[in-house]
């Protein structure tokens, strides 16, 4: 996977549709945001990551510099389309030269390193191109079976695994989804940490009482919670505790 021209491609179709919407258009997938917020919120991820990796971030201490050197918020939409187009090039810049393996901070304790941005960065660009179509009222463009199947990935494995400080993690089931054009599979737990809704990966051979199939980009449309059309079967306490980590969201 070319994840540095996946970055690139969807970063400017997300910036080409937006150009066309009013700015006070709402996002139905973010519904806090307006258009222009969307645009906004990755040009700010861009240009936040872009600092982590160029300025050798590895604690939250030094997070301070990296905030401080962002740009404000510009008044007109064309600046703010300028300053995206700049943000993800400084963001491609760090990823081109850097590899992998190399220590960085994320806000994912398990993995500090150049790879989790980079992996975070190809989902968090194509699913906010989505919620750009969508805000703009248009069909959704195909999403590469990779990069689907990567996209569930990461909400099984980092996204939706958070637990609060001083919380006891409950599981509740074990969930099934099934790729039904790729024939990949996903055994996942679902609880709770506290209030807060949790999943993680199953212990392999665990017993599945629910099952979600669908296409795997539907699977990534829907665990991200932007649409999807999934078959969602099984015992009714398994769905309602999947549903309840799902419709978490994410943004």
């Not at 963001?91 to 190399?102: A, P, T, V």
């Not at 089931?173 to 940490?193: H, I, K, M, S």
């Amino acid at each position: 996977m070319d994840r540095i021209a996946i970055i690139r491609a969807e970063a400017e179709r997300f910036a080409d549709v937006l150009a066309g919407v009013a700015p006070e258009s709402r996002c139905p997938t973010c519904p806090d945001w307006s258009a222009a917020d969307l645009l906004w919120h990755l040009t700010q991820v861009h240009f936040f990551w872009a600092g982590v990796l160029e300025r050798n971030v590895r604690t939250d201490t030094d997070l301070a510099a990296v905030e401080q050197a962002k740009p404000a918020r510009p008044e007109t939409l064309g600046d703010v389309l300028a300053l995206r187009a700049q943000a993800t090039s400084a963001l491609l810049g760090q990823l081109d030269r850097l590899e992998d393996g190399e220590p960085r901070w994320s806000w994912f304790a398990p993995d500090q390193t150049v790879g989790f941005t980079r992996r975070m960065q190809t989902y968090e660009a194509t699913l906010h191109r989505v919620d750009a179509e969508l805000t703009a009222g248009l069909p959704v463009g195909a999403i590469g079976a990779d990069v689907a199947a990567g996209a569930v990935d990461h909400a099984v494995d980092v996204m939706w695994g958070w637990q609060p400080e001083g919380t006891t993690y409950q599981p509740h089931a074990v969930v099934e989804f099934v790729g039904t054009d790729t024939a990949q599979r996903w055994l996942v737990e679902v609880g709770a940490a506290g209030d807060w809704p949790r999943a993680v990966r199953a212990r392999p051979g665990a017993a599945a009482t629910a099952t979600v199939r669908a296409p795997v980009a539907d699977l990534a449309l829907w665990s991200w919670t932007r649409g999807g059309s999934v078959d969602a079967t099984g015992e009714p306490t398994a769905l309602a505790a999947l549903d309840t980590v799902v419709s978490n969201g994410m943004q």
